[in-house]
C-alpha cells in the first residue's frame, strides 16, 4: 500500500438557525458541527442508499469515541445522521473544523503516502483478539504471543507492546510493515484519510492538515 488520493469531507460549523446550509454542506459531501445555543455541538452527517454512516463519517464518529446516531426525522436536514457530541470532545471537533476553515467546497482531496508516513504505527492502542493471536501461530510466528510483543491487562485485555520511543515494534525502516500479511484485524481496519489517520499525522509528523506542503 503506497499512496493514495483521498476525497476526505471538510468540516464547517454553522449555528441552528443556518441549519439548511449546513445540511446542503453534508449533502454535497461535507460534515457540520452544529453548535447549539448552549454551546454543545450536534454532528450532523451523510448515510448511504441503505441508511448507513459513510466509511469516514463512521471513523470521525469513532475518533471521538461514540458510534451511535440517528436519522433526523424532518426538517431541512432530513435524512442525514446526527449525534451529540461527548463534552470532552467538543474541542476536538471545532478544531477539525478551524482546521478546514481554509477550505472552499464540501471535499478536499488529499494525497496521502503510507510508505512515506507510518504515523499510525506509532502511540496507538491495538487491541488483539483471538483471531489476531490464532493467526500468528497458523503462521509459524506463536513468538508474537509472547511478553515482547503484546501486552495483557488484568481484565484480559491484549495489546499490542510498543516500544519504548513509542513506535510499534513491527514497523521497519522503511516504513513498511513487518508482519503485514497477518498484521492485526484492527490495523486492517484502519482508515487512510479518515480523523484518526489525520490526526496521528499531526501528532507524529507535524502535519497540520493531513498532506505535506507542495
Known sequence: MSAYVVSRPVWRRFRPRFLAR???????????????????????????????LTELGLWSLLSIEQQRFRRVAEGPAQGLATARVKRQYEGSVLDWCERDSVHAGAIREVALDCLACGACC????????????????????GDLTGRAYVRRARDGKITLRFAASGRCQHLCEDRRCAIYEIRPDNCRAFVVGSEACLSAREETLGIRDGAAPG
Request: glycine share 10%; hydrophobic share 45%; net charge negative.
Open 22 to 52: 449546513a445540511a446542503a454542506h453534508v449533502r454535497a459531501g461535507g460534515h457540520a458541527a452544529i453548535v447549539l445555543p448552549d454551546e454543545r455541538i450536534d454532528l450532523l452527517l451523510s448515510v448511504d442508499a441503505q441508511g448507513k
Open 122 to 141: 506509532h502511540d496507538a492502542n491495538v487491541v488483539l483478539d483471538d483471531v489476531d493471536l490464532s493467526r500468528w501461530r497458523g503462521a509459524g510466528r
